[in-house]
């Protein structure tokens, strides 16, 4: 027997580890700092109001025989898919509830949905990027190219004429924070469109545009239903890290060769899911219901632009400093060129000088060399305390 050959073509990742490991040596040598962390990605403020009662009554559901459930149905309960529906409707795209898919979250069905295309294809990835587009695809074995991402385009590459048959996208980008506009994002959909690729949207972080030009969704731009799959989660939008739920919307629309025949992309990702998936539990389904609720949804809108509020702060402070950075507006990330120094150098600087711990750039592809990642997911008393350090020190 062997093993996944493909494994050995991983890159170690070193980025969060090494992280951990500097600061923790850095708290050995000098207990006293007052170390602040701004280089987090997961949320930290608890599930709201509305959507811990939801769960709750779920709870006492499953302990009544009355109201016990079982196995939800293949895609996800209808509730809550008609809460997604109705959330897309907001946004001016139609679904059908055989289109949505309930998830455990977004990193899953990002890594997942390789399942259901050929090893032959070419897969273009824009770098800097979330890691796991790029490894669940070296996993599979299949032939990668980058497109970078800079100052020169803002970190939002556009098509630039090579072929590719999936693309991955991300916007509000992480770890970059920027956002595409509806003209790029119909650039990328036209594209697909003229070479039969497919879009892989992760829109993990749509609740946090707040621009109403930028689009919060592929989906709203004509021609997406035929070439477009939307990767979401409630990880960011709702505090679900540690609950898990996410969905994934795949057009009926969208139809691709299969064994020489045509075949529609939604019955080949149902397929994969019932043989492999088998549902998120009832309670968390229900807290995701209520996070759409119109409590939940102003409560989850509270949380979102407390982080915001964070963000704008860092980006209030770089833009005093006159440090090129990008993100911050419409995501929890801000993106901030190093002054002068590499992006480890940076950090080791910034750690020192300051005590603050963020991500450096070059962790998530070679064009992130040179910049740095700030998060707004903490509280406020520690951010405050932490922009001024950085302000003093640079
Ligand atoms: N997609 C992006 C772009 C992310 O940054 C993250 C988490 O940081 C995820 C997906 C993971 O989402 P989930 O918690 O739903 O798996």
Same mark, same amino acid.
């Given at each position: 027997?062997?093993?996944?050959? *493909?494994?050995?073509?991983?890159?170690? %990742?070193?980025?969060?580890?090494?992280?951990?490991?500097?600061?923790?040596?850095?708290?050995?040598?000098?207990?006293?700092?007052?170390?602040?962390?701004?280089?987090?990605?997961?949320?930290?403020?608890?599930?709201?109001?509305?959507?811990?009662?939801?769960?709750?009554?779920?709870?006492?559901?499953?302990?009544?025989?009355?109201?016990?459930?079982?196995?939800?149905?293949?895609?996800?309960?209808?509730?809550?898919?008609?809460?997604?529906?109705? *959330? +897309?409707? #907001?946004?001016?795209?139609?679904?059908?509830?055989? #289109?949505?898919?309930?998830?455990?979250?977004?990193?899953?069905?990002?890594? $997942?949905?390789?399942?259901?295309?050929?090893?032959?294809?070419?897969?273009?990835?824009?770098?800097?990027?979330?890691?796991? +587009?790029?490894? %669940?695809?070296?996993?599979?074995?299949?032939?990668?190219?980058?497109?970078?991402?800079?100052?020169?385009?803002?970190?939002?590459?556009?098509?630039?004429?090579?072929?590719?048959?999936?693309?991955?996208?991300?916007?509000? $980008?992480?770890?970059?924070?920027?956002?595409?506009?509806?003209?790029?994002?119909?650039?990328?959909?036209?594209?697909?469109?003229?070479?039969?690729?497919?879009?892989?949207?992760?829109?993990? +972080?749509?609740?946090?545009?707040?621009?109403?030009?930028?689009?919060?969704?592929?989906?709203?731009?004509?021609?997406?239903?035929?070439?477009?799959?939307?990767?979401? %989660?409630?990880?960011?939008?709702?505090?679900?890290?540690?609950?898990?739920?996410?969905?994934?919307?795949?057009? $009926?629309?969208?139809?691709?060769?299969?064994?020489?025949?045509?075949?529609?992309?939604?019955?080949?990702?149902?397929?994969?899911?019932?043989?492999?998936?088998?549902?998120?539990?009832?309670?968390?389904?229900?807290?995701? #219901?209520?996070?759409?609720?119109?409590?939940?949804?102003?409560?989850?809108? @509270?949380?979102?632009? +407390?982080?915001?509020?964070?963000?704008?702060?860092?980006?209030?402070?770089?833009?005093?400093?006159?440090?090129?950075?990008?993100?911050?507006?419409?995501?929890?990330?801000?993106?901030?060129?190093?002054? $002068?120094?590499? %992006?480890? @150098?940076?950090?080791?600087?910034?750690?020192?000088?300051?005590?603050?711990?963020?991500?450096?750039? @070059?962790?998530?592809?070679?064009?992130?060399?040179?910049?740095?990642?700030?998060?707004?997911?903490?509280?406020?008393?520690?951010? @405050?305390?932490?922009?001024?350090?950085?302000?003093?020190?640079?």
């Amino acid at each position: 027997m062997r093993l996944n050959g *493909h494994f050995q073509d991983l890159k170690q %990742s070193y980025l969060f580890i090494t992280v951990a490991q500097k600061v923790n040596d850095f708290q050995k040598a000098r207990p006293d700092a007052d170390v602040i962390r701004l280089g987090i990605g997961d949320v930290t403020l608890p599930l709201v109001p509305a959507v811990t009662a939801a769960m709750r009554r779920a709870v006492d559901e499953m302990g009544d025989a009355e109201t016990f459930r079982g196995y939800s149905s293949d895609w996800g309960y209808e509730f809550l898919r008609e809460a997604i529906r109705g *959330h +897309y409707a #907001e946004k001016g795209v139609k679904l059908d509830l055989s #289109e949505i898919f309930i998830t455990d979250g977004a990193k899953s069905d990002a890594g $997942n949905i390789s399942d259901i295309f050929d090893t032959d294809n070419k897969v273009l990835i824009p770098d800097p990027v979330y890691p796991v +587009y790029v490894d %669940s695809n070296i996993m599979a074995g299949r032939e990668l190219e980058y497109i970078a991402g800079n100052e020169g385009n803002g970190f939002l590459p556009l098509p630039d004429g090579r072929h590719a048959d999936i693309i991955y996208l991300c916007s509000p $980008n992480n770890p970059t924070g920027a956002v595409y506009s509806k003209e790029q994002l119909r650039a990328w959909v036209d594209y697909a469109n003229a070479n039969s690729a497919i879009i892989l949207f992760d829109s993990a +972080y749509e609740m946090f545009v707040g621009d109403k030009d930028l689009p919060t969704s592929i989906l709203q731009m004509p021609g997406a239903e035929t070439c477009a799959i939307e990767i979401a %989660s409630f990880s960011k939008t709702a505090g679900f890290t540690g609950v898990r739920c996410g969905y994934t919307v795949v057009p $009926n629309a969208l139809k691709r060769k299969s064994g020489g025949k045509e075949a529609s992309v939604n019955s080949l990702w149902l397929r994969r899911q019932t043989t492999k998936f088998n549902g998120v539990s009832y309670i968390t389904q229900r807290g995701a #219901e209520a996070a759409f609720s119109p409590d939940g949804y102003k409560q989850i809108k @509270e949380n979102i632009d +407390y982080y915001k509020r964070n963000t704008r702060l860092i980006c209030d402070m770089l833009s005093e400093l006159g440090i090129w950075y990008t993100g911050g507006e419409n995501a929890p990330y801000v993106w901030m060129k190093c002054p $002068n120094m590499s %992006s480890w @150098e940076f950090f080791d600087f910034l750690l020192d000088k300051a005590n603050v711990v963020g991500t450096p750039g @070059e962790g998530f592809g070679v064009n992130g060399e040179g910049y740095f990642r700030l998060t707004g997911f903490g509280g406020r008393e520690n951010l @405050e305390k932490a922009v001024k350090r950085i302000k003093a020190v640079l």
